[in-house]
């Protein structure tokens, strides 16, 4: 994956906030005592940038330490914190998605072993190793699913408990598109292969097909997929690009935004994404949205719950200045702890934070996440932190892209082929 990085220009624009100290150089940083330091947080979620830019600003106004945010463009963050590591002003505060991710960045990550955020988190299951270091926390649970506009949904005559598998989303979904023009929507938003879009079909529909194949084969990663459900995915892709906005052919040039316009202007009823998508539909109302499962006519789909984990790991920049090491421990310390730092995150962020002062969140899906699990189902674990390289995904995508436009069977295949083939090249790669 490295040298795949290598060859990739840095295309992504980023969101640059220099947040000077509002409150003079005076104010010691939380917990330093000494007021020396800065921080660079170089954030992975666009659709946080906003957040994270007010959070810090509140920071520096409280205690003199200058922070800066830098929010990678969607889908750039790899290349992004290429071009940023080797600066003389580093980011002190990085992310990886896990294993795979740590592999690529071990030897700038700081351990985090006896610091005072790691005593905040409420499980060792949120920490990504290192052998003995802990290399990173994480600071974030998320899930996805398909989001509903229930009122659409309720005029087409159905509710979201008619839809309890695969079968009964397909026969909702195909229905609706036969009366689409008596019903003036469709059934899903488009499923859009440009750079912002792409990844809710490469990685997050990808986990489907992967955490199947590890629940039957008793495994948590391998360094050979089998393919062993991907069937299933091909139905759910069929049942996305058939039943959808706009004709498959044009996917390639449809953007996250341009799914999220068709939903919050009813043009459609499913719109595949996440909790942290919340803010971007809230204007519809709680009680015209709802998540439901990812189902794909694999498994026990009865028992079956929402999209639940975190590829969200901070790590710290070891190579930093001491100062700026500290000065990044307290950061990270006063975002899980302060009043100001967790109701931001549970209120604006939409988290739920793994941390002992997490504030509840207000986001809809997070609570109908908790409600399906507390009714018995069970989560779908994130598996796609397994996914040995970017450009796996990539090639992944490409392919996906290809077949939408020409659903052949000789497609597929390549489909199947950038899944399984591609998966052990890369993993190689990766692993050496």
């Known amino acids: 994956m490295k040298k795949s990085w290598l060859a990739l220009a840095l295309t992504g624009a980023m969101t640059l906030g220099l947040l000077a100290g509002c409150g003079g150089g005076d104010k010691p940083a939380v917990g330093s005592g000494d007021g020396k330091g800065s921080v660079y947080y170089l954030n992975f979620k666009p659709e946080q940038d906003k957040d994270w830019q007010a959070l810090a600003q509140t920071y520096t106004e409280k205690t003199g330490v200058p922070v800066t945010v830098v929010t990678a463009a969607s889908g750039q963050y790899e290349t992004t914190l290429m071009a940023e ?19 690529n960045w071990k030897d700038y990550c700081y351990d985090l072993t006896g610091s005072k955020v790691l005593g905040e988190l409420t499980s060792e299951d949120f920490t990504l190793k290192n052998g003995d270091e802990v290399a990173g926390i994480g600071y974030v649970i998320e899930t996805y699913g398909l989001i509903t506009n229930t009122k659409l949904l309720e005029q087409a005559g159905y509710k979201t408990s008619d839809i309890q598998s695969f079968a009964d989303l397909k026969k909702v979904a195909e229905d609706i598109t036969a009366r689409k023009d008596e019903l003036g929507f469709a059934a899903f938003t488009s499923a859009g292969m440009d750079g912002s879009s792409d990844w809710r079909f490469k990685t997050h529909l990808a986990n489907l097909p992967i955490y199947f194949e590890y629940q039957a084969d008793g495994i948590g990663s391998t360094e050979a997929i089998k393919g062993s459900f991907l069937d299933n995915y091909r139905q759910m892709w069929d049942l996305y690009i058939n039943n959808a906005t706009c004709d498959p052919k044009d996917l390639s040039a449809k953007t996250g935004d341009d799914a999220v316009a068709e939903f919050v202007n009813g043009e459609a009823v499913f719109y595949q994404n996440g909790t942290w998508a919340y803010g971007d539909v809230k204007s519809l109302g709680d ?32 190579n930093a200045k001491a100062e700026d090491i500290q000065a990044t421990l307290d950061f990270m310390y006063w975002c899980v702890t302060s009043d100001e730092g967790t109701t931001s995150m549970a209120s604006d962020m939409g988290f739920v934070i793994p941390f002992k002062a997490a504030k509840e969140s207000e986001n809809l899906f997070v609570k109908q996440d908790a409600e399906l699990t507390a009714a018995g189902k069970t989560p779908v674990s994130w ?50």
């Open 287 to 318: 009680d015209s949205l709802a998540m439901i499962p990812l189902y794909v006519g694999a498994g026990d789909e009865a028992k079956q719950g929402l999209c639940t984990g975190t590829e969200n790991y901070w790590c710290v920049n070891k």
């Open 383 to 432: 598996n796609f932190t397994t996914m040995p390289s970017e450009e796996w995904k990539n090639v992944l995508g490409s392919a996906l892209t290809a077949y939408a436009a020409d659903q052949t069977d000789a497609n597929w295949a390549a489909v199947v082929s950038a899944f399984v083939d591609n998966w052990a090249a890369e993993y190689k790669l990766a692993n050496g």
């Open 85 to 103: 590591i080797g600066k003389s002003e580093a980011p002190t505060m990085f992310q990886v998605n896990g294993p795979v991710g740590l592999n």
